[in-house]
């Protein structure tokens, strides 16, 4: 037995590759099955994370579990799908049990929180990186996308924007806080938490949706280009987090909720009339603005004055470290 | 626009990305959609192929495209699956027009010769890398695992064997040879072809089945151990190619068949009684051995001696270059 067979065999004990609902046949074979609700469709979405890219190496390996899941299952939330199971390819220079141990630990965690199985993948010696995919399913028909927006609705998004991309400078050991302020930061950068229930209390409801990854303003543009309409972003109404204000200051926080990247916060579009019954359910619903005719995003300050900015988000290989 | 969504583009307007059965939402959201006929699972399987582990960096990118998808597409094969869709997760170092364009045209011809749809991916900067998943589907119970085989069950293979492994020195510039004997072992290597067909006629009528990619005493023994059996090989019945033979004789051609790896065809075990239908069905069937009571992987010579090997397959980070 080689030793990336051996990683496979270490993966293939993890306890989210025990089974599930909707897993016919998980790690082992030449495939896995998965089974479907009658009438439901599959969704499936594809991450992949590059050491020295999409992370730093060295990093903690739990960490790193905690957010590759994290980051590929909030994919399923913007699409309202119900989270099933997913596959990891793993690419490593060498076999680091401990390494691997915690890595495995906090994809567990992660696979726990979210309620998906390990049912395959592939183990191979190279330069380390992850690609993860996930399945879930969503009633055919159901599923939200990105091309439903039309003019009068509002637009929302589900939580505070800009945390990531903040807790950046903590990640690399640029700059030092207080606990009250790191903690929360990082948090939010390193265990994303994937708006799976929000995602499916808003099919039926929102005309559009999707996961902040590439930053609100670059986001926003796929909305807007999917759904033939402009969406127009009021600045001063953008949730903000206590800690980035306070490690940031108010003109960097907002920077960082237009255009850094990593929230993995649902963005979305809905008719006013679905708002109060979303409120009144405890979603975090936070309106930032509104979907009229025409293309593209527009920033408009307190005032109403046009103010967007010519570069709109991260590109993936620039992000970090 | 950055260069990476550039290459998200360049693939979403490739041939194999417009759609097709079974494919509600292709590229273009934060999931794809993928419907299933009434009653039936889901297969999927997971493969990456590293530069300079699994191939050889430079090589023909257009070879690469086609072998990248079949090596994947063939574990639905093995599964019995109807192939349905995929998924490219591309790490790239830099980007070659040139050479996305000759991939994508590799990919394109085995996703047509394969009927697969490319439904999403990532595309991201670092290291060579590319990870496929396959989607297919399979009527719920019909399945080909490999945990079926049964005492009496004759072995069969699909095909010839050795043929890729026999390649290698020329894929690597290590031997020259006629083309009579270069062009088929070569065509073998870089675009096997799927046994997508004789996985769907074995439905029903084996009872275990795998592609063989780490060769084929190694990946009996898979069989062997998910069965609870005893694999019995009959050297002299393996099939071997008249362009692996005359390339390096016959004792060489047996090793490569047995231990070799990369052939990516069918091995699979049948009651005898299956045996005459699929033979009429002019499908191709080789029978190389038997199931018998125990456990593991047992070698005959055509004297009935006993002559295992110790060492049984490739470690895939050992293959190549």
Redesign the interface.
Known sequence: M?E?ELISRFFAAAPCAQGGEGI??GI?????????P?GE??????????????FADPCDPFLLGQRSLAVAVS??A??G?NPL?F???L?TPSVDIDWLQRYAQGLNAMAQSCGVGL????T????L?L?L?V??S?P?GQ?L???GARPGDLLCVGGELGNAAGALPLVLGQRTADAAITEPLLAHYWSPQPQLALGLALRGKATA???ISDGLLADCGHIAK?SAVRLVVERHRLPLSTALLAFVGEDQARVAALSGGDDYVLAFTLPASQLVPLQAGNWPVHVIGRVEAGQGVTLLDANGQDVTPAVRGY???RRAP
């Open positions: 080689g990336f016919a046949l082992g074979d030449d495939c896995a099955l998965l089974a479907l009658a469709q599959l969704a499936v979405s594809t991450d992949t994370l590059v050491a020295g890219v999409h994919d399923l913007a699409m799908a199971a596959t990891l390819a690419t049912v395959g993948g592939d191979t010696r190279g330069p990186s690609t995919t399945f879930g969503v055919a599923a996308t990105r091309s949706a999707m996961d999917a590109q993936h290989f």
